[in-house]
């Protein structure tokens, strides 16, 4: 079927194909600039609310202080999942998140997104301390990394290309009005799909960010007891 089949359309430099869902992809970052700049242009008040919006959702699924260094990753991660889940609704277009490469991008995104930040919040040594403490857990860990890059990649490939099936096949089988309110189900869908991945990435962001407050106790009483020995050597060398 044409929905699953994903073709050469054309050939870059004469050695580099180019398929459909490259193309696509192009395509939809092509309207979101697009969309971004008339929005700007006619209604910049709709482009603060959408900012909003999305912030927003970021900030239910985090517990943390800032919101601002995660909110380009995950709001772009959020308006690219949305407006490729919804371009098949445009005839003769389809879903790039229809292709498991795609999918498969934006899960890789997210996971070294989540290490990443956790190595800027917590320092390199620290958090790979963290993640691998105790030291027989670190291959569990690793196998938990690849289980959730697994999952992020299959969740949202299955649910949008099912979706895009299911419209397709009910169009060739009755291609009036039935078709047009599974349309809507799947657009709804992939408004959902959309939201569902951007709360998992953000979740996954907060838990590598999280500082262990017992830890951070202990450190300042730590900090304190040297600060107390620098102060008694120090007052010791000037009774001396």
């Known amino acids: 079927m044409d929905v699953i089949e994903h073709n050469i359309v054309f ?6 194909p180019i398929r459909d869902t490259v193309l696509f992809t192009w395509i939809t970052m092509g309207i979101i600039i697009l969309t971004v700049l008339i929005l700007k242009l006619l209604n910049p008040n709709l482009l603060e609310y959408i900012l909003e919006m999305v912030i927003s959702i970021v900030d239910d699924a985090m517990d943390v202080d800032d919101l601002h260094p995660y909110i380009p990753v995950l709001g772009s991660l959020m308006i690219f999942t949305l407006f490729a889940n919804l371009i098949s609704i445009i005839p003769g277009m389809k879903s790039p998140t229809a292709d498991i490469n795609t999918t498969l ?42 289980s959730r ?25 009755v291609p009036y009005f039935v078709p047009i309110a599974m349309t809507a189900i799947s657009m709804i869908s992939s408004v959902l799909q959309a939201y569902v991945l951007t709360t998992l990435a953000a979740l996954f962001i907060s838990s ?28 010791e060398k000037g009774t001396n």
């Open 149 to 173: 890059t697994l999952s992020l990649t299959m969740r949202l490939f299955g649910n949008v290309l099912s979706g895009d099936l299911i419209v397709a096949i009910i169009f060739s089988i």
């Open 11 to 16: 050939t870059l430099f004469g050695i580099l």
């Open 208 to 235: 590598a960010v999280e500082i262990n407050e017992e830890d951070l106790k202990i450190k300042a009483e730590n900090a304190e007891k040297k600060r107390l020995r620098k102060l008694s050597k120090t007052s």
């Open 105 to 146: 991008g934006l899960a890789l995104i997210v996971v070294l997104s989540v290490h990443i930040y956790g190595m800027i919040k917590k320092g390199v040594w620290q958090y790979l301390k963290e993640f691998s403490s105790p030291i027989f857990m670190f291959p569990v860990e690793l196998i938990g990394q690849f």
